[in-house]
């Protein structure tokens, strides 16, 4: 399931004389969340006890209605805590659900979805080809929309 999440993210088959970058954005982008994941990691040394507090913060895209959201596994791997803002600044709680290290992706879930933030429209990866243009929308370090 995680590999066809990961190969259903790329966004449409567009010929690349017909794209319009504005109109693939518009598209997409309420669909396109920030993650942002809390990690504790302490140390235990005889004369010292560390404690490591972090944040991580990565980009997400709601897949379904039901609060289904796929991100990258680095992102959210030993997190104590994840949250999803979404493009309206509600932040919502999510679980982890899946996770594969070796893709890179993991499933997470919220609760409820705000009102009005409809699921991306993805394309069917199994009908791309190789010179296609693909698209990857995101929050890159969380610099929003």
Known sequence: MLNTLATSLLLGTLSATTVNLDAVFDKVDPAVVTVKAATKESQEAPELFELRVGVSMGAGVLLHGEGFI????????????????????????????????????????????????????????????????????????????
Do not use: C, Y
């Open 70 to 145: 796929v991100t990258a596994a680095h992102v959210v791997e030993g997190a104590t805590g994840v949250a999803v803002v979404f493009r309206d600044g509600t932040q919502v709680e999510a679980s982890i659900l899946s996770l594969s290290r070796s893709e890179d992706i993991a499933l997470l879930k919220v609760a409820q979805v705000p009102k009005g933030v409809q699921p991306a429209n993805l394309g069917d990866s199994e009908q791309l080809k190789v010179g296609q243009v693909v698209f990857a929308i995101g929050t890159p370090l969380g610099l929003g929309h």
